[in-house]
């Protein structure tokens, strides 16, 4: 959402800042970053930091400081008493005094509570930086509209609005026909109501190989196939054959004995093939995955390991590759009200 704002806000002619406080994607831990001249300011990169202030071209000025790691030794710091900074008082001092923008984008915690411990919850920060808030809600069924209100009436006046992201397909006109006019009567602007997409739920073959300590045996020019799915082959290739066919996308885990699975796999919707139980592929097998351009890997970990390796990956889901990026621009002109947004926040229009 932050990516797809600043970057429509950018369209429009403002200039935009960015920081997130809080980090909590540390991919990268022999990257540093710009400590803007304070020393409670951590030097470690926040992968998501580095991804959009790349994807947008920041500048050096146009970038706000990670003020913490939200890792395990910070929190343990912390709880042991080791740590005892007034990160709000920091976060007053530090953000906005070198912004270069019409606009501070300030990506806040994932929940109302994340970053208590810290002094640096949502409401905290709003209220050291007196700014507005957005909140990006998901929408599961009616009953997501008393998390809403609730956060409305613990937000008060700093509340902006809305975003409705990760929407199942079926539920955008309920969201249309009867939440957006309920809510909007209530003091609570929608901005946007942006369906689920499988592309950015979906991970790359290259991070699946990092992640499982794979081993590459062919199609390594194409370990940037993004995978949506993830099929377990265990079945008779019947079975098989039918059960792989309402897959899209997929990465299919199976064993590297079980050649039978292994063709019915790349006959359909494979991105990836992952081989368990320590066996090698028949040549016939690599030679197909090259002519069909997927990527096999073989991995030293029994399947249900393997499998909840991939699942883990799925539910930490990044926004690191350009695919996504490219979709995630797109966003902003179909589904999000920026113009609105601009308005209500006072920025004057583009000439």
């Known amino acids: 959402m932050v990516l797809s704002l600043a970057q429509r806000l950018s369209e429009l002619g403002h200039k935009i800042s960015y920081g997130k406080p809080l980090g909590t994607c540390l991919d990268a831990p022999n990257q540093t970053a710009p400590n803007h001249g304070n020393a409670s300011c951590s030097t470690e990169v926040d992968e998501d930091v580095r991804f959009l202030t790349e994807a ?41 005094q070198n912004a270069d923008s019409d606009i501070v984008l300030v990506e806040g915690p994932g929940t109302l ?56 397909e079926k539920d955008v006109k309920l969201i249309e026909g009867d939440v957006k006019p309920y809510l909007e009567s209530q003091g609570v602007p929608v901005f946007g109501i942006v369906p689920h997409m499988d592309l950015l739920r979906s991970v790359s073959v290259e991070e699946l190989v990092q992640r499982l300590n794979a081993k590459v045996l062919c199609g390594k020019n194409h370990q940037d196939l993004m995978v949506e799915s993830l099929c377990i082959g265990a079945m008779n290739v019947n079975s098989a054959l039918e059960y792989f066919r309402r897959g899209h996308n997929m990465a299919v885990v199976t064993g590297g004995d079980r050649t039978d699975l292994q063709l019915a796999a790349l006959e359909t919707s494979t991105q990836c093939l992952i081989l368990t139980g320590r066996v090698s592929p028949k040549a016939d097998i690599l030679t197909r995955a090259e002519e069909l351009e997927v990527p096999v890997i073989s991995v030293d970990l029994d399947t249900l390991t393997t499998v909840e390796l991939i699942e883990q990956a799925f539910s930490q889901v990044r926004f690191h590759e350009e695919v996504k990026a490219e979709c995630v621009f797109r966003m902003s002109d179909d589904y999000m009200d920026v113009k609105r947004l601009a308005a209500l926040l006072g920025l004057p229009e583009a000439a």
Do not use: C, H, W
């Open 56 to 96: 947008l071209e920041l500048e050096e000025s146009q970038l706000q400081p990670t003020l913490l790691m939200l890792d395990q030794p910070t929190l343990q710091l912390r709880l042991q008493g080791k740590d005892s900074q007034d990160y709000r008082q920091d976060l007053s001092k530090v953000y906005g």
């Open 113 to 168: 509570s994340e970053g208590f411990l810290f002094n640096l919850s949502l409401v905290e920060m709003a209220e050291a930086l007196e700014s507005s808030i957005l909140l990006v809600a998901p929408f599961t069924d009616l009953t997501s509209i008393d998390s809403i209100l609730a956060a409305k009436k613990k937000l008060g006046d700093r509340l902006l609005g809305i975003l409705f992201n990760d929407v199942p």
